[in-house]
């Protein structure tokens, strides 16, 4: 158990509807990473917030946001979802982002758009 | 069930065996790079890392190696057994406008009892 909670675990939604991911991440961790995982184009980094803050942006779609609370979970929202936004989500975790920087993954949220 | 159905490379290898898995890397930047390893239905899971400024790193059954020349990663795992079985990424940090990790397509490893 890596210490890194995701909810939930399965999501069954249909297009243009938006739905809420949630990530709690160890206790102590204020950097918290979004990971999208599809079959054809492995895991994506998506954006990264430290204590409450965006630290920075990969390949994330305009339809897609996040942010990080003040109790340190992270919660990625996505709307107007379509088809090809099925995948895995994953949430990681880090004490910091420094660059010696070892993250802790959640067993993701499947999202499925049907 | 599978996390993933990548059409990923994929190394066979004999229970008992050595693996190397190997990896290309695109950032001369990064500061570390980093072995990551995904079993089924679940999240990676962290192996090794090693710093730019080394060219070898040993852990308990795994070696990470670094060439910066060739921008080249590999990663050995001895005396490979079944619980290896798994998808295998490596990952680089980078720093340049703001922290991310950019992770590499991954190696599917199977071992065969």
């Known amino acids: 158990d890596s210490g890194v909670t995701q909810t939930p675990k399965h999501l069954i939604t249909a297009t243009g509807q938006r739905v809420t991911l949630r990530c709690s991440p160890r206790?102590?961790?204020?950097?918290v990473y979004w990971y999208q995982q599809s079959l054809d184009q492995g895991l994506q980094f998506l954006i990264h917030?430290?204590?409450?803050?965006?630290?920075a942006k990969g390949n994330i779609l305009e339809r897609f946001s996040a942010q990080q609370f003040p109790d340190l979970h992270s919660e990625l929202n996505l709307s107007s979802l379509e088809l090809g936004d099925s995948a895995l989500y994953f949430c990681?975790?880090?004490?910091?982002?420094?660059?010696?920087?070892?993250?802790?993954f959640g067993a993701g949220t499947r999202l499925s758009v049907l | 069930g599978e996390s993933v159905g990548l059409h990923l490379p994929t190394l066979s290898v004999q229970e008992g065996d050595n693996s190397i898995i190997n990896c290309a890397y695109s950032?001369?930047?990064?500061?570390?790079f980093i072995w990551y390893k995904q079993e089924s239905g679940k999240g990676p899971q962290f192996i090794i890392d090693?710093?730019?400024?080394?060219d070898k790193r040993q852990g308990q059954r795994v070696t990470v190696l670094l060439n910066k020349t060739v921008k080249h990663l590999s990663l050995q795992i001895a005396a490979t057994q079944p619980g290896d079985s798994a998808v295998y990424f490596c990952?680089?940090?980078?720093?340049?406008?703001?922290?991310?990790?950019?992770f590499g397509a991954g190696t599917r490893l199977f071992v065969k009892a």
């Open positions: 090693i710093r730019s400024n080394m």
């Open positions: 990952a680089e940090n980078d720093n340049t406008g703001g922290f991310k990790t950019i």
């Open positions: 990681a975790s880090s004490p910091r982002g420094g660059a010696k920087n070892i993250q802790y």
């Open positions: 917030y430290y204590n409450g803050e965006e630290r």
């Open positions: 206790s102590g961790d204020l950097s």
């Open positions: 950032n001369s930047a990064s500061d570390y």
